[in-house]
Protein backbone atom coordinates (compact mmCIF):
# COMPACT_ATOMS: atom_id res chain seq x y z
CA UNK A 1 0.00 0.00 0.00
CA UNK A 2 1.22 3.76 -1.22
CA UNK A 3 2.25 5.56 1.88
CA UNK A 4 1.64 9.31 1.80
CA UNK A 5 0.72 12.12 4.32
CA UNK A 6 -0.47 10.59 7.83
CA UNK A 7 -4.63 10.41 7.91
CA UNK A 8 -6.87 8.09 9.75
CA UNK A 9 -10.13 6.85 8.93
CA UNK A 10 -13.14 9.08 8.27
CA UNK A 11 -10.71 12.68 8.39
CA UNK A 12 -11.72 15.15 6.34
CA UNK A 13 -9.99 17.41 4.21
CA UNK A 14 -10.23 20.84 4.85
CA UNK A 15 -9.50 23.51 2.55
CA UNK A 16 -6.57 24.65 4.13
CA UNK A 17 -5.17 20.89 4.26
CA UNK A 18 -5.83 20.62 0.27
CA UNK A 19 -4.18 24.25 -0.33
CA UNK A 20 -1.25 22.76 1.44
CA UNK A 21 -0.88 19.91 -0.67
CA UNK A 22 0.88 21.52 -2.99
CA UNK A 23 3.45 23.86 -1.15
CA UNK A 24 6.39 23.33 0.93
CA UNK A 25 6.78 23.59 4.79
CA UNK A 26 9.98 25.47 5.34
CA UNK A 27 12.76 24.02 7.22
CA UNK A 28 16.13 26.16 7.29
CA UNK A 29 19.27 25.02 8.86
CA UNK A 30 22.24 27.38 9.65
CA UNK A 31 24.36 24.91 10.46
CA UNK A 32 26.80 23.04 9.17
CA UNK A 33 25.80 19.57 10.00
CA UNK A 34 21.77 18.60 10.16
CA UNK A 35 20.37 15.05 10.52
CA UNK A 36 17.55 14.42 8.84
CA UNK A 37 14.50 13.64 11.43
CA UNK A 38 10.95 12.56 11.05
CA UNK A 39 9.84 15.88 10.42
CA UNK A 40 11.60 16.22 7.07
CA UNK A 41 8.65 14.64 4.98
CA UNK A 42 6.04 15.17 3.52
CA UNK A 43 6.41 17.98 1.29
CA UNK A 44 8.90 19.70 3.58
CA UNK A 45 12.23 21.59 1.70
CA UNK A 46 15.35 21.15 3.78
CA UNK A 47 17.39 24.68 2.91
CA UNK A 48 20.76 24.67 4.12
CA UNK A 49 21.78 28.21 4.29
CA UNK A 50 25.18 28.08 5.98
CA UNK A 51 28.07 29.66 4.24
CA UNK A 52 30.73 27.45 5.18
CA UNK A 53 30.73 23.71 3.82
CA UNK A 54 28.31 21.32 5.45
CA UNK A 55 26.92 17.94 5.60
CA UNK A 56 23.27 16.57 5.16
CA UNK A 57 23.19 13.50 7.01
CA UNK A 58 20.60 10.43 6.58
CA UNK A 59 20.52 8.62 10.30
CA UNK A 60 20.02 4.38 9.86
CA UNK A 61 16.89 3.03 10.36
CA UNK A 62 17.65 2.06 13.75
CA UNK A 63 17.14 5.79 14.65
CA UNK A 64 14.52 6.72 12.03
CA UNK A 65 12.78 4.23 10.00
CA UNK A 66 11.19 6.42 7.21
CA UNK A 67 9.22 4.49 5.44
CA UNK A 68 9.91 2.96 1.54
CA UNK A 69 9.75 5.89 -0.64
CA UNK A 70 10.09 8.73 1.42
CA UNK A 71 11.26 11.33 -0.24
CA UNK A 72 13.44 14.61 1.17
CA UNK A 73 14.60 17.57 -0.61
CA UNK A 74 16.85 19.47 -0.14
CA UNK A 75 18.38 23.14 -1.66
CA UNK A 76 21.82 24.79 -0.85
CA UNK A 77 21.53 28.51 -0.55
CA UNK A 78 24.79 28.70 1.36
CA UNK A 79 28.08 29.53 -0.42
CA UNK A 80 29.86 26.58 0.76
CA UNK A 81 28.90 22.83 -0.85
CA UNK A 82 26.06 20.63 0.91
CA UNK A 83 27.42 17.16 1.28
CA UNK A 84 24.60 14.52 1.44
CA UNK A 85 25.98 11.28 3.38
CA UNK A 86 24.85 8.94 5.91
CA UNK A 87 25.65 9.15 9.51
CA UNK A 88 26.82 6.20 9.59
CA UNK A 89 28.35 4.58 5.89
CA UNK A 90 28.57 1.40 6.77
CA UNK A 91 24.72 0.87 7.41
CA UNK A 92 23.00 2.99 5.18
CA UNK A 93 24.01 3.03 1.74
CA UNK A 94 23.56 6.82 -0.25
CA UNK A 95 24.06 6.51 -3.92
CA UNK A 96 23.81 9.25 -6.86
CA UNK A 97 25.27 10.02 -9.93
CA UNK A 98 27.17 12.61 -8.78
CA UNK A 99 30.94 12.52 -8.78
CA UNK A 100 31.56 10.17 -5.68
CA UNK A 101 28.86 8.18 -5.80
CA UNK A 102 28.52 7.88 -1.96
CA UNK A 103 28.89 11.23 -1.07
CA UNK A 104 27.21 13.57 -3.39
CA UNK A 105 26.98 17.10 -2.70
CA UNK A 106 25.34 20.49 -3.48
CA UNK A 107 26.26 23.30 -5.26
CA UNK A 108 24.88 26.65 -3.65
CA UNK A 109 21.13 27.44 -5.34
CA UNK A 110 21.06 24.05 -6.48
CA UNK A 111 18.59 21.15 -5.03
CA UNK A 112 18.42 17.38 -5.04
CA UNK A 113 15.95 14.61 -4.08
CA UNK A 114 16.95 12.05 -1.15
CA UNK A 115 14.43 8.84 -2.13
CA UNK A 116 14.35 6.06 0.30
CA UNK A 117 14.69 2.90 -1.73
CA UNK A 118 14.64 0.23 0.84
CA UNK A 119 15.55 -0.65 3.97
CA UNK A 120 18.55 1.95 5.23
CA UNK A 121 19.29 2.22 1.26
CA UNK A 122 18.79 6.38 -0.51
CA UNK A 123 19.25 7.54 -3.90
CA UNK A 124 19.70 11.13 -4.46
CA UNK A 125 18.74 12.60 -7.73
CA UNK A 126 19.43 16.35 -8.95
CA UNK A 127 21.70 19.04 -9.03
CA UNK A 128 24.58 16.39 -7.51
CA UNK A 129 28.47 16.56 -8.79
Known amino acids: MAQGFPASTGDVL ?14 S ?9 STDQ ?4 VIMTNAAAKDVLIPTDATYAFPNGTAIT ?9 TIKAVTAGTTT ?36
Open 74 to 82: ILNTGAGAA
Open 29 to 37: NSTTSYTLA
Open 94 to 129: VTSAGATSAQPTLAQYKTAVAIKTATNAWTVVGAVA
Open 14 to 27: SANMYNGLVTFTLN
Open 42 to 45: YQVL
